[in-house]
Nanobody, 116 residues
C-alpha cells in the first residue's frame, strides 16, 4: 500500500505561481512513477505531468511550458511547480503513484483556484 498526501494548493492571482508537494509513504520502494493530474469543475480528470523514479518526465499539452515536475527520492516527495497560472487552471490537483505491480494510488487532492 502507498499513501499520498498533497499540499501547497490555494488561491492565487492570474500570472502567479504555486508549488504543490506530494509526500509518499508506505511501500515507497515499489513506486516506479509519480504524477500529477487535475480535475477542473464539471470536467474529467486529466494528466498534467509524470516522472519516473529515474527522472524521466512527461507533460501534457495543457500546461506544458508552465509546469515542472520533480521528485526527491530521499524525501519520497514529488513536486509540481506551476507558473503563469490562468483562471482555467482552477482545479483539484491529485497526486498519483504507480507501482511495479501496476497498482494505482491517489492522494486526496488539493484545490488550486486562480482568480482573474
Amino acid at each position: 500500500q502507498v499513501q499520498l498526501v498533497e499540499s501547497g494548493g490555494g488561491l492565487v492571482q492570474a500570472g502567479g505561481s504555486l508549488r504543490l508537494s506530494c509526500a509518499a509513504s508506505g511501500s515507497i520502494f515499489s513506486i516506479v512513477s509519480m504524477g500529477w493530474y487535475r480535475q477542473p469543475p464539471r470536467k474529467q480528470r486529466e494528466l498534467v505531468a509524470t516522472i519516473t523514479r529515474g527522472g524521466s518526465t512527461n507533460y501534457s499539452d495543457s500546461m506544458k511550458g508552465r509546469v515542472t515536475i520533480s521528485r526527491d527520492n530521499a524525501k519520497n516527495t514529488a513536486y509540481l511547480e506551476m507558473n503563469s497560472l490562468r483562471p482555467e487552471d482552477t482545479a483539484v490537483y491529485y497526486c498519483n503513484a504507480i507501482t511495479w505491480s501496476t497498482n494505482n494510488y491517489w492522494g486526496q487532492g488539493t484545490q488550486v483556484t486562480v482568480s482573474s
